[in-house]
C-alpha cells in the first residue's frame, strides 16, 4: 500500500523533528504513483504534487504515527480541499424558470443524471421540474428521457418531430413559463469533443436559453482523457459544475481531481447506479479516501494529532491547577496557536483561547492580535511574567508604551490569563481534559 512504500522513505526520520525537503519529496514520488494509478491525469498530478510538496516541508512529526503515515494525511487534505471543501449545491434561486443544461460526451450518463437531478429536486426541493430531450441525433433519445420521466413523476416536453434543437430549447422554456414550472433541464445530445458541429449545436442552445446552471456529465472511468474532455467543454460553454458519474463502479475518482483542476468548478454530484435514486451530493473526503486508497491512516493520524494536542493541554492543565501557569506560558501557548492556526477544538472551549481564535479567525489584521500580545510579554519584566498579579496600574502603562499598545489591551491580556486559569483549574475538578474529551464523544 502507499502507506507501506512511504513506511520505507521514512525509516531515517524517527521520533519528534520536522518533515525535510528530501524526505517529502522522496515520499511525494510515491504519492505521484499513487495518483496516477486512480487515473488522476499528469499535468494535474504534477500541479497538486507541486502544492502538496510546499504544505509537508518543515511539518512537526507526529510522534504516535509515522512520517510516511502522516503525509498520507498532509496529501489527503490537501486532495479534500482541492475537490472542493465546502458542499456546493445548484444555484437555482432565481425567478423561475431556472435553466439547467446538461452537456457532456456520449454515454457519459446525460439523460439519466437529468432525470435523477429533476427527480430530486422534484421530491427534496418541491419544485415543478419540467425535462427536455434536445438531441435529435440518436434513435429513440427522446423517448428515453419520456420514459425516464414516467418513471420519476416528472414532465417532459411534448415530442415534435423534426424539430432542431435551438427550436425544442425555445419551446421548452415557452412551455415552463406558460405553466409555471420551476426548473427545465435541457439535455443535450451526446457528443465526441472533435466534433464541432455538435459543439455549436450545444453554444446556440446555451445562447437562446441562457441556462442558470451548465452541468458537464462525466464518466467517472474516464482516465487521462478527463483533462481533453474538461478543456474542449470549458473553452465552449461556461460550465457551473460537473457532475461524476458511475462511482457506484470501481474507479478510484482520479477524473473528478482532474475535472476539477481543468474546469475550476465544483463537482455538485456523483451518480451512484443507474437507478433513478442514484444520486448523491460529490463528497470530497470520500472521494479523496478512495483516490489515495487510504481512508484509515488519514482517521488514524487524526486520532493522534487529537491525543497530542489533549496530551499537551493535560499537561498544561497539571501547570495552571498547581498555579504555575504563567505569562511565558500563555506566550508559548498564543505562539503555538498561530503557528497551527487555532488549538482544536477541545481547547478552543476555553475562555479567552475562543475568543482569540474568533477574533483571528474574522479577518486578516486579527493575526495582529496575537503578535501585539506577544509584544506586550516581551515588555514585561520576568518578575511580571511569572507573577503577573503583581502587575498595577503602573506597571500596566509602562507595559502598554513599551509594546506600543494600550492600558486597554493590557487588561484584556491580563484578563485572558485570569479566565484560562479559572477554567483550567474547574476542568481539573472534573477530571481532566480526557474526562471532558469523552464527555464530548
Ligand atoms: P448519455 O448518452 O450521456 O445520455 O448517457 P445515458 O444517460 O443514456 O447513460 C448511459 C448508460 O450509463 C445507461 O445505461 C445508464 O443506465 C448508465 N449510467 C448512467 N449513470 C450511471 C451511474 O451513475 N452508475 C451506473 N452504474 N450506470 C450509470
Ligand atoms: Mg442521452
Do not use: C, W, Y
Amino acid at each position: 500500500s502507499l502507506s507501506e512504500r512511504l513506511g520505507g522513505v521514512f525509516d531515517r526520520l524517527r521520533g519528534r523533528g520536522a518533515l525535510n525537503e528530501a524526505d517529502v519529496r522522496a515520499a511525494m514520488r510515491e504519492v505521484r504513483i499513487a495518483l496516477l494509478e486512480a487515473d488522476v491525469a499528469l499535468p494535474v498530478v504534477r500541479e497538486f504534487v507541486d502544492k502538496a510538496t510546499e504544505k509537508a516541508v518543515g511539518q512537526q512529526v507526529l510522534k504516535s504515527v509515522t512520517p510516511g503515515q502522516q503525509v498520507v494525511k498532509i496529501v489527503n487534505d490537501a486532495l479534500v480541499e482541492m475537490l472542493g471543501a465546502e458542499a456546493s449545491d445548484l444555484d437555482i434561486d432565481v425567478t423561475p424558470p431556472a435553466v439547467i443544461m446538461m452537456v457532456g460526451l456520449q454515454g457519459s450518463g446525460k439523460t439519466t443524471t437529468t432525470a435523477k437531478i429533476a427527480k430530486r429536486l422534484t421530491e427534496k426541493g418541491r419544485k415543478k421540474v419540467l425535462m427536455a430531450s434536445l438531441d435529435v441525433n440518436r434513435p429513440a433519445a427522446q423517448e428515453q428521457l419520456a420514459t425516464l420521466g414516467t418513471q420519476a413523476s416528472v414532465a417532459t416536453l411534448p415530442i415534435v418531430a423534426g424539430q432542431q434543437p435551438v427550436d425544442i430549447a425555445k419551446r421548452a422554456l415557452q412551455a415552463a413559463k406558460l405553466q409555471g414550472f420551476d426548473v427545465v433541464m435541457l439535455d443535450t445530445a451526446g457528443r465526441l469533443h472533435v466534433d464541432q458541429a455538435l459543439m455549436e449545436e450545444m453554444k446556440a442552445v446555451a445562447e437562446v436559453s441562457a441556462p442558470h446552471e451548465i452541468l458537464l456529465v462525466v464518466d467517472s472511468l474516464t482516465g487521462q482523457d478527463a483533462v481533453n474532455v474538461a478543456k474542449s467543454f470549458s473553452e465552449q460553454v461556461p460550465l457551473t459544475g460537473v457532475v461524476l458519474t458511475r462511482m457506484d463502479g470501481d474507479a478510484r475518482g482520479g477524473a473528478a481531481l482532474s475535472m476539477r483542476a481543468v474546469t475550476g468548478k465544483p463537482i455538485k454530484f456523483a451518480g451512484t447506479g443507474e437507478k433513478l435514486d442514484g444520486l448523491e451530493p460529490f463528497q470530497p473526503a470520500r472521494v479523496a479516501g478512495r483516490i489515495l486508497g487510504m481512508g484509515d491512516v488519514v482517521s488514524l493520524v487524526e486520532k493522534a494529532a487529537e491525543t497530542i494536542k489533549v496530551e499537551e493541554a493535560e499537561a498544561l492543565a497539571a501547570k495552571m491547577a498547581k498555579g504555575l501557569f504563567d505569562m511565558n506560558d500563555l506566550r508559548a501557548q498564543l505562539n503555538q496557536m498561530k503557528r497551527m492556526g487555532g488549538l482544536g477544538a477541545l481547547a478552543g472551549m476555553l475562555p479567552g483561547v475562543k475568543q482569540v481564535k474568533q477574533a483571528m479567525s474574522s479577518g486578516a489584521v486579527d493575526d495582529k492580535i496575537l503578535v501585539r500580545m506577544d509584544a506586550m510579554i516581551s515588555s514585561m519584566t520576568p518578575k511580571e511574567r511569572t507573577k503577573p498579579e503583581i502587575i498595577n496600574a503602573k506597571r500596566k502603562i509602562r507595559i502598554a508604551k513599551g509594546s506600543g499598545t494600550t492600558v486597554q489591551e493590557v487588561n484584556k491580556l491580563l484578563k485572558m490569563h485570569q479566565e484560562m486559569s479559572t477554567a483550567m483549574k474547574k476542568i481539573r475538578k472534573m477530571g481532566g481534559l480526557k474526562g471532558l474529551g469523552a464527555l464530548l464523544g
